[in-house]
DNA sequence: TTCGGTTACTTGCATATTGCAAGTGCCTTT
DNA sequence: AAAGGCACTTGCAATATGCAAGTAACCGAA
């Protein structure tokens, strides 16, 4: 690509990214944070990868020190600790999905429905939205408690 | 990974793109091939994040594996090899960029002009095509000789 | 008020992955 | 024939991970 429009100007963006993504871990937090409604250590320690308590501890440490995610108490439970996504972390949803869409395409065992990757491409801004609205609904929900 | 739990189908999808983009080096490589048009071992090398030797060597066979490359004899020089992005990894664009484009908004230390995500959320599908016919000409270019 | 259970971690240690430096083997060029 | 480039491989020390166990704080019931 070195005809004279787009010079290394991306490449800064992708490294950025990869800091964040490019580790399996983080990226399945985020799964669960945006997608699965997850948002305490012990929800995360559920999902099926199997994650190991110290690692948790680390990326979730990681995570909010990128401003990914806020660690506050609990609201049903002061012990207890939740997780709360960001803007930041809310405006990685189109990158995600688009993600999913992709991998839904070319993983022959995937579990998504056809529909998943038509409904995105005819709505994509519509389908996010549904997306923020869960998110929000979510965690107003928890927050009023 | 046969798991116990049956995932929701969300998780596939993603624990999928993890797989495969889940790992800092591997996604520095499809931006390398997909945004800036390299293609050899000896380009690879000399990006600025300095990947070594041997771990360049175990992704590009991991992504050939998985079917994001091709290794190829490089048409100018029979001794040197060329790694060609599959349909698969083409398709990946709108992720990448997606990803770019939510980089550039919250990386203070970007390099991306504002005018990037203006013109992709303006028109997401012309911007992809654009980034394609560029890697078709990289490609058909190589490949005439 | 003591007790068991829950939650969110931390610690120790064996194993796996990485980074770095130094080869190796096969062309190609001189 | 020699020199150099290219695409790797190998060895080894440093780092990161996975696993099991431990800790501290709190909560609800007896």
């Given at each position: ?18 800091g964040i ?18 948002r ?41 600790v ?8 809310k405006d ?26 038509t ?26 408690n």
């Open positions: 690509m070195s005809s004279a429009k787009k010079p290394n100007w991306n490449g800064c963006p992708t490294r950025y990214a990869a993504v490019g580790d399996k871990w983080c990226f399945l937090l985020l799964r669960d944070v945006l997608l699965h409604g997850k305490t250590y012990r929800e995360f320690l559920g999902s099926p990868e199997g994650i190991s308590t110290n690692i948790l501890a680390n990326r979730l440490a990681k995570l909010e020190a990128l401003g990914m995610l806020t660690r506050e108490p609990d609201p049903r439970k002061a012990s207890s939740c997780y709360f996504p960001t803007q930041k972390s990685f949803l189109p990158a995600l999905v688009s993600m999913m869409v992709w991998a839904a395409l070319y993983d022959e065992a995937t579990e998504a429905p056809a529909s998943f990757a409904s995105f491409s005819n709505d994509p801004v519509g389908t996010i939205a549904w997306y923020e609205a869960e998110i929000d609904r979510v965690d107003q929900a928890l927050r009023s």
